[in-house]
């Protein structure tokens, strides 16, 4: 089951020494909750986390973001723009798991990133009793993938028609 949400908050209309955010709205796809209802809660969780980092971390080619029970199938199915692009997979080592990644698309002519987060590493969004220390845990995976979304758009811009052009063995 797929669910997409486009979800939009108000910022504070409140002055305040914070920089405004890069992400006014955003595409968050759901994928394989039980319920629609579950599904827009976890979205509707992860949004204002993804707008506060954005305040510090220019997400402004942000595509979107994916949050998936089946988190490499979401991997190998993202539409990257490209055609005849190697699928992404999970990175997975001895020592690490990976549960987010951020993988650069195309959409039109421009080059944007798209955040893949494992649902069951978020599991806790699912309830909202979830704990200050699990709002930490996901702010800091989700930043680290914002981090690339910055990253990616300063090398794009430094290095023009690279990205998604160039294999490397």
Known sequence: QVARYNVNMTIDSEPDQRPPSTVENLTIIAIGYESDD???HVANCIFPIVQEIGRYIDA???DGLTIAVDYDLALKDIDRGVPNLKPETRTND???VGVAKCITVLRGESIKSHIILDANAFWYLRDASFTSDQVMR???IIAHEMAHVEDYANMNAKFPGILLNTSYT
């Open 138 to 140: 996901a702010t800091s």
């Open 38 to 40: 579950v599904a827009n």
């Open 60 to 62: 402004s080619t942000l």
């Open 94 to 96: 001895d020592k690490l």
